[in-house]
């Protein structure tokens, strides 16, 4: 279970994908990094990711971690973005057997989890099929 | 010149069918949907709550407006299921946009009203000068008591507004409040579902409001409802947005666009703003558009807007409403909406 300081601290990416991009070697970085792990460059520009990808690959959950167990069975996919960058990430409001490889799919904000019944309410990104 | 520079709309994919609630509870739902002309809602997912809905409707909105969110000023949540009952929903959506910090933020809360309340203070603090860009959305994922008429009508759904004074959709012609001390319906602290006066949330309630509302800002400007292209009411079921239109002088047609709560249900503090959403769908550069809403305790907001011609570059810019509502549905039986709508819950 985490606590309110670690999922603040992750607000900015979890909420508005704001990941990192190296100005030498045009690497972007998700999260975003302290120096390039290329070119070991500090010089780093704040950028935001694409939010429309394709799904790479994908599982279903069926045992999950404690404060996932009311949303079991459920989908996790690699997504990689229009800009490159792959996140994993649950992909809802779709079926299982209707999830395929290829599949076109964009980020939608939602609840990822509650802390117990009195914690708080953690929100992110997850992924939907993008029918367009 | 002040008015509405961006709008969007968000509604879940799933549905139920009142047949499906009426075969659990043995009630006639032929005359559930004659009575109350519902034939369906939306339901939230589980991950789905005012917040997340807010921030793809918000979403929606800027697409349509064009701005950098870190010039919006306020953000401002209508709802009367806002997650928590300390802690603003107005952060995590101005957080999610980009708005933060410099924004004042406030959660508003009067039954169904809180949505245009949202709107009334984000485009008032616009017309002021406080603010540059101002933000009103108006979302709920409203409950039902098992086996409550509620049940058959109460849905989910979110509708933002952002307001400003460049390239403008609709320009702000007058605003109006009405509202009385009427206890109609309420939910006391600690209780899961609301409860409801019957048959009193009709004549000294919706009606009076709504009438009260709708002919004041019309005398105020010396307006007909024949002044109208589109009129928008609050929809808690089919019937009472027809029948208060009939009682004002207003014609079927002006109604119809904004009327989805046949196959949506009663959105709360989202149902009118969506009307609004998808009326300006439609709209034409220079459409008359009227938008009375109602919040049971009980009060009325009323808006006058005149369409622009910049309706016609940001209409596709965001998924249409009536999209959102028709495309895409996800039929649960009740067994699933009642663990969706934690009705049932599953062990520890």
């Known amino acids: 279970m985490s606590t309110p300081s670690r999922y603040w601290r992750e607000i900015p990416q979890r909420y508005r994908l704001e990941a990192n991009k190296c100005n030498r070697c045009e690497l972007t970085f998700f999260p975003p990094r302290l120096l390039c792990p290329e070119c070991k460059n500090r010089k780093l520009e704040k950028s935001k990711l694409t939010e429309k990808g394709k799904v790479i690959t994908y599982t279903i959950i069926r045992v999950p971690p404690a404060q996932f167990s009311d949303q079991a069975p459920y989908a996790v996919g690699i997504i990689e973005l229009e800009d490159g960058v792959r996140l994993t990430g649950q992909i809802v409001d779709c079926a299982f057997e209707d999830i395929k490889i290829g599949m076109k799919v964009k980020l939608e904000f939602r609840k990822l989890f509650e802390e117990g019944h009195a914690g708080i309410l953690c929100y992110g990104y997850k992924f939907v099929p993008h029918g367009e | ?348």
């Open chain 2, 1 to 348: 010149m002040e008015g509405i520079i961006g709008y969007g709309a968000y509604i879940p994919r799933n549905r139920i069918k009142v047949e499906e609630i009426a075969k659990v509870w043995g009630t006639d739902a032929p005359s559930y949907k004659r009575g109350l002309m519902l034939e369906e809602k939306s339901v939230p997912s589980p991950d789905q709550d005012t917040i997340t809905m807010s921030v793809e409707a918000s979403k929606n909105a800027l697409k349509r407006a064009k701005i950098d969110p870190a010039d919006i000023g306020a953000v401002y949540i209508g709802s009367e299921s806002h997650p928590y009952a300390v802690k603003p929903s107005g952060t995590v959506v101005a957080e999610a946009l980009g708005a933060t910090p410099e924004a004042h933020t406030a959660d508003f809360e009067f039954a169904c009203k809180a949505g245009t309340e949202s709107m009334f203070v984000a485009l008032n603090l616009v017309k002021a000068g406080v603010i540059k860009f101002g933000m009103g959305v108006g979302a709920d994922t409203s409950q039902g008591a098992p086996g409550d008429a509620l049940e058959y009508s109460a849905a989910a759904g979110a509708a933002a507004f952002i307001f400003g004074r460049d390239k403008i959709v609709a320009k702000i012609v007058d605003t109006y409040a009405y509202m009385t001390d009427t206890p109609d319906f309420w939910r006391r602290e600690y209780q899961y579902y609301p409860q409801h006066g019957g048959r009193f949330t009709g004549e000294p309630a919706y009606f009076k409001h709504v009438t009260g509302a709708a002919r004041g800002i019309m005398q105020n400007n010396d307006m007909k409802p024949e002044d109208f292209d589109y009129v928008i009411f609050h929809q808690p079921n089919g019937k009472f947005p027809l029948r208060v239109g009939k009682m004002l002088g207003f014609k079927k047609e002006q109604i119809e666009p904004g009327w989805l709560v046949n196959k949506l249900g009663n959105t709360y503090s989202g149902s009118s703003p969506l009307g609004l959403a998808a009326t300006l769908d439609i709209a034409k550069p220079g459409d008359m558009v009227l938008i009375v809403s109602y919040g049971s305790g009980a009060g009325s907001d009323a808006f006058i807007f005149k369409v622009t011609d910049h309706i016609e570059e940001v209409r596709n810019l965001a998924p249409l409403t009536r999209d959102l509502l028709d495309k895409n549905k996800n039929y649960l039986e009740y067994g699933e909406y009642a663990k969706f709508r934690r009705k049932i819950r599953k062990a520890d």
